[in-house]
C-alpha cells in the first residue's frame, strides 16, 4: 500500500458553499417578498377600503394578547379602595365672575359655620354624655334639647290638672291661663302641655256657635314696656292662630296685647308677678 505525498492537498467540495448562499439568497427573497405584499396590501386597502363591520384578525390577535397579559396582572390588595368618580352638577344658570366669587365666598362662610355648629353640638353631647356621632346634626340637635327639657314643678302640674276642663263663668264668659303654663320662657312657642290645655278649652268653646273670641295677653313689670308689649302681643297672636285652625272658620278670633298695663296683683313678689303673666281667652256671643 502506498503512502500518500504529504505535498498532496484533497480538493474541497463545492457543496457546502452553494447551500449557504442558497440559504442567504432564499432569506432575502422572503424579506424583498414580504415587504413587496405588504406595500401592496397597504395600497388595496387604501383603495378599495373594507365594508365589513368584523374585527380584522389581526386586531383580534391583539386584543387576545391583551386580555392574557391583563390576566396575569397581580391582583389587586383586598384593603385597596377603588377611586370614586367624583360628580359633577352642571349649573342651571349662567354666573359672571363676580357672582361666582360672591357665591363662593358664602359657601366658605357656611362651611365655616357648620363646622363651628358641629364643634359645639360635641361639646354639648360630651356634656350631657349623649354622643351620637352617627346620626345627623338635625337629630343629634334633637336629642340634646330632649336631654334639656326642665320638669314640670308641683305647682306647675297642680295648674294643668286644675285647668284640664276649662269652664267660662256664666257672667264674665272668660277663662284665664297661666303664661309660664302655656309658653317657653319669654317666647310664643307653645309648649306641649300648653296645647294639651288649649284642646281641652277648644272643646268648651264649641258649645258657643259663632261666637267672637278675644285673646289678650299680659305680662309683669319687669323689662321694657316696649318689649312687653310686644312679647303679649305675639303670645296671644299664638294661642288665637292654635284655636281658629281647629275651631273652623265659623268663629272669628281677635288677639290684643297688653303688656303689663293691666295687672290683676301688684307686681312686689314672685307669686304676684307670676298671677299677672297670663292669657285670657274670653266669649263675646254675637246677639
Do not use: C
Not at 368618580?85 to 363662593?104: G, I, W, Y
Amino acid at each position: 500500500m502506498s503512502k500518500s505525498s504529504p505535498d498532496q492537498i484533497n480538493p474541497r467540495s463545492p457543496g457546502m458553499g452553494l447551500l449557504i448562499l442558497s440559504l442567504i439568497f432564499r432569506l432575502l427573497l422572503l424579506v424583498v417578498a414580504s415587504g413587496f405584499s405588504w406595500v401592496l396590501g397597504m395600497a388595496i386597502a387604501v383603495q378599495y377600503p373594507s365594508t365589513s363591520q368584523e374585527t380584522p384578525i389581526a386586531e383580534k390577535l391583539l386584543r387576545g394578547a391583551k386580555g392574557i397579559v391583563s390576566k396575569k396582572q397581580l391582583p389587586q390588595s383586598e384593603s385597596a379602595t377603588p377611586e370614586s368618580t367624583p360628580e359633577t352638577l352642571k349649573l342651571q344658570v349662567e354666573l359672571t365672575e363676580a357672582q361666582r366669587q360672591e357665591l363662593q365666598t358664602e359657601l366658605k362662610q357656611l362651611q365655616t359655620q357648620l363646622n363651628t355648629l358641629i364643634g359645639e353640638t360635641t361639646t354639648l353631647e360630651n356634656q350631657l354624655g349623649v354622643s351620637r356621632p352617627e346620626q345627623n346634626l338635625e337629630a343629634r340637635l334633637d336629642l340634646i334639647a330632649k336631654q334639656l327639657v326642665v320638669p314640670l314643678s308641683a305647682s306647675e302640674n297642680e295648674q294643668i290638672n286644675k285647668l284640664s276642663q276649662p269652664v267660662f263663668t256664666q257672667d264674665t264668659k272668660m277663662v284665664t291661663l297661666p303664661r309660664d303654663v302655656l309658653f317657653e320662657s319669654r317666647s310664643n312657642t307653645i309648649r306641649s302641655e300648653g296645647r294639651i290645655i288649649l284642646d281641652n278649652l277648644i272643646g268648651e268653646l264649641k258649645n258657643y256657635k259663632e261666637a267672637t273670641i278675644s285673646v289678650s295677653g299680659h305680662t309683669d313689670s319687669r323689662g321694657k314696656v316696649k318689649v312687653n308689649r310686644e312679647l303679649s302681643f305675639l303670645q296671644a297672636e299664638a294661642v288665637a292662630e292654635y284655636l281658629s285652625k281647629n275651631l273652623g272658620q265659623r268663629y272669628r278670633l281677635l288677639a290684643i296685647g297688653y303688656g303689663e298695663s293691666r295687672p290683676i296683683a301688684e307686681n312686689d313678689s314672685q307669686t304676684n308677678r307670676q298671677r299677672n303673666r297670663r292669657i285670657e281667652v274670653k266669649i263675646n256671643s254675637r246677639k
